[in-house]
């Protein structure tokens, strides 16, 4: 018999021969080297064996490495891992090896959601509505003590760390109460404007007889920057802090009608001594002021993103604007900056700045020159073209001291600079993170974070399937559907796919996707819950913690320039390649890719069934962290044409009808809408009987049909892990079994070759 990794190689081989029905050419009741000699022979391969028999026999060792490495009882074929998971083995497919929390013995975890054909409602989907639950053996409870174990020990230790723990693992609030339980002061950043935030923490903060203060907000606290003497007040302040003046600096420079009778409102509100207070909360870039600190443990609520990165789309007038107001730099304007730094003005230049050091700007040259036409980061942007290394694909970047760098996009002509925090008198550092990516924690803090992993592997498996009674059914097996421009997003396909989960669970399901698909779809009548929401407006959001169906549209991408910024300020260059699921920025690159991507994903999903009391989700998108479990479902096969919709109306109502009467009734030639009828009728929704003149068309089953396309969210099978095809080198597939559902809903041979193409299957090894 031959191995399901070998049909592959069988495959490539009759590829190279121009053998069309490669299936029919292999006999299967053969071994694999008696059917690869014999294609060899009967078509003379000769120049085959130079350069592809190399490749294929190096397919072949990788595939008797794989199979010395797998567990003895790994399954061989594709036959025998569904033999396995309908209870042909020993281990039944519900059940789970894992490790204890605690670290004891390995028990079995019972899968809390089943899905069976006997689960199949009349309609021929699965219902889902009701979920199984079983009594799990890793409680949350004990999840949340042992994250509340984890954070204390960080704060007796002087070693940053950063603790991985998937979200609903309650790392907020055990940061909240660590501090009450080990004495501890702490200062919480968030990202800005979370105000429920800073009231949720509060409220525990009294849970635990702790003191709190919430950091002033010049938005907020601030009469003139709140806009309560004016939008052309307001407008001016505001443009002055984005050039990097201070608030303190703005009011004592122009003396604003806020502290004409009294001090304005925000500067008393930064009137205290922080060792007054148990828990000090604010936004991460009040990391730059030094009181809220110092001699405490600074937790950092997820990562802050760009928050401590400032950026130049035009760099070309802050620059000149301080080379003509500064003496002693021997360049004039920008233009002769950029032309001239590799000359002898260059050791000027680079002398002037050895004198003064790097910390020059200062927001007295910006007010006193009451102009908007410089920035007080602008000395660094000279000093970044001056001392800038190319790194090969138009950036180049530069390491300014104290944790500043300096990156250039030398074709877009816009400039960065990342400027950390400095916490070198904070007692120590704690980041919390359900999708955290190391290295971007420790540029953003110029610290080196140790990363702590709550949960091991096999636990993390478990809290999500049995804990948290997380159910995801990944619908899209191929594309990753980028949907953040707006201009990929299908809103058919994704409306199809929508009407589909209504039907199954009889409810409006919360949908996460980009910003722009969300407006197109609440544009149309689709029913969707209000609480729908976007990426970019998820992390450490709590608004769908109680619904328990959602569905995860497309995935999220910033585009290349995100990738290439980023790479480049941490000094690699990072240049895409290819599409889809094959692409890739270099190996640094590509982990600044899946932070963007799949971690995002990742963090939708998590958005559901935050407190143990289940949820299915639907994630359209191939974009997902490879490590996660979860099921298949083949989802939109097709959209229906409007003709096709016609259709099903009109034979919906008379029940039965010739093909001729319904082209009448839906004005189409008799032959497209015997075209169409036919395809239905492969779908299983409409019957024929009769022939020739007396054929009738009776309707089988089209009340419960989608009417915007054949979707289907049975599941393949009961659990698929899956890895990228380009990570295990060569890929064990599920085509027959995808090609015969795609077959039921009248696709075509060329089309279900096309959508099976290169999904990424199932590695039964894992």
């Avoid at 009741?29 to 000769?46: D, P």
């Avoid at 209870?87 to 204890?100: F, H, L, M, N, R």
């Avoid at 540029?443 to 049995?466: C, H, T, W």
């Avoid at 009417?707 to 289907?712: E, F, L, P, R, S």
């Amino acid at each position: 018999m031959i191995q399901n990794d070998r049909f592959e190689m069988l495959k490539r081989l009759c590829d190279e021969a121009g053998i069309d029905d490669w299936v029919g050419e292999i006999d299967h009741t053969a071994t694999y080297q008696s059917n690869k000699q014999k294609i060899m022979n009967r078509y003379g391969l000769s120049g085959f064996e130079v350069d592809q028999e190399q490749k294929l026999k190096k397919l072949e060792a990788e595939a008797e490495d794989r199979e010395a490495e797998a567990p003895e009882d790994a399954p061989t074929s594709f036959e025998e891992q569904m033999r396995q998971q309908s209870g042909g083995t020993k281990q039944p497919a519900d059940t789970i090896e894992v490790e204890s929390i605690d670290g004891g013995s390995e028990q079995p975890a019972k899968n809390k959601q089943q899905n069976t054909q006997s689960n199949k409602s009349p309609s021929g989907r699965q219902s889902q509505k009701s979920q199984i639950s079983a009594s799990a053996s890793l409680s949350l409870s004990q999840v949340r003590n042992k994250c509340l174990k984890t954070i204390e020990e960080a704060y007796a230790e002087t070693q940053p760390a950063l603790i991985d723990a998937l979200p609903g693992t309650g790392k907020s609030y055990a940061a909240v109460e660590a501090a009450s339980t080990t004495e501890t002061p702490i200062t919480i950043l968030t990202s800005r404007g979370r105000e429920e935030r800073y009231a949720e923490i509060e409220s525990w903060c009294q849970t635990h007889g702790l003191s709190s203060k919430v950091l002033p907000s010049a938005d907020k606290d601030c009469p003139t920057f709140a806009g309560k003497h004016g939008s052309q007040l307001k407008t001016r302040f505001k443009k002055y802090r984005d050039l990097g003046v201070t608030v303190s600096d703005l009011h004592a420079h122009w003396s604003p009608p806020c502290q004409n009778e009294s001090r304005c409102p925000y500067q008393s509100a930064w009137d205290f001594q922080p060792e007054d207070y148990d828990v000090i909360m604010g936004y991460y870039t009040q990391a730059y002021v030094d009181k809220v600190t110092e001699n405490r443990v600074v937790v950092i609520d997820e990562i802050p993103s760009d928050a401590f990165l400032t950026q130049f789309e035009d760099p070309q007038t802050p620059i000149t604007n301080f080379l003509q107001q500064t003496n002693g730099i021997p360049f004039p304007n920008y233009h002769s900056l950029i032309a001239n730094k590799d000359s002898q003005k260059e050791e000027t230049a680079l002398k002037w700045f050895e004198n003064r050091g790097i910390d020059i700007g200062g927001s007295k040259q910006i007010l006193d020159a009451n102009t908007s036409d410089y920035h007080i980061h602008a000395p660094l942007l000279v000093l970044g073209i001056l001392i800038s290394e190319p790194l090969g694909n138009n950036w180049s970047r530069a390491s300014l001291g104290g944790g500043q760098v300096f990156a250039h996009d030398q074709n877009g002509n816009k400039m960065s600079v990342l400027t950390p925090p400095t916490l070198t008198n904070a007692k120590n550092v704690i980041a919390l993170d359900g999708t955290p990516t190391l290295r971007l924690y420790d540029l953003m803090f110029n610290v080196g974070f140790e990363q702590k992993q709550l949960l091991s592997d096999p636990e993390r498996e478990e809290y999500i399937q049995d804990t948290q009674n997380l159910k995801i059914v990944q619908t899209e097996l191929k594309y990753i559907r980028p949907y953040t421009s707006g201009s990929s997003v299908n809103v058919d396909r994704d409306e199809a796919l929508l009407r589909e989960v209504i039907a199954v669970h009889s409810d409006d399901p919360s949908v996460i996707t980009s910003c722009k698909a969300l407006r197109k779809l609440k544009a149309t009548n689709i029913p969707i819950s209000p609480n729908s929401t976007y990426y970019g407006n998820l992390r450490g959001s709590n608004e769908l913690a109680k619904k328990d169906v959602g569905v995860i549209l497309g995935s999220p991408h910033y585009g290349d320039e995100f990738i290439e910024r980023w790479s480049a300020l941490f000094g690699f260059e990072a240049s895409g390649t290819k599409t889809g699921t094959a692409k890739s920025y270099g190996a640094f690159g590509d982990e600044l890719l899946q932070h963007m991507r799949e971690n995002e994903v990742l963090q939708a999903v998590f958005r559901f069934a935050r407190d143990g009391s289940g949820a299915t989700v639907y994630v359209n998108t191939a974009a997902i962290p490879p490590w996660l479990p979860r099921e298949i479902a083949l989802g939109v096969s097709r959209t229906r044409t409007s003709t096709e919709r016609e259709i099903i109306d009109v034979l919906s109502n008379k029940g039965k009808a010739s093909g001729t009467e319904i082209a009448t009734k839906v004005d189409k030639h008799p032959n497209t809408v015997r075209s169409h009828l036919r395809t239905l009728q492969k779908e299983g929704i409409v019957r024929k009987t009769g022939k020739n003149k007396g054929t009738q068309w009776h309707d089988d089953g089209l009340s419960n049909a989608n009417k915007y396309g054949a979707v289907d969210l049975n599941s393949i099978t009961n659990k698929t892990y899956k890895i990228p095809i380009r990570e295990i080198g060569d890929k064990i597939e599920l085509k027959d079994e995808l090609d015969m559902h795609l077959e039921q809903y009248g696709i075509d041979q060329a089309e279900r070759d096309r959508l099976i193409g290169d999904v990424w299957m199932t590695d039964h090894r894992t």
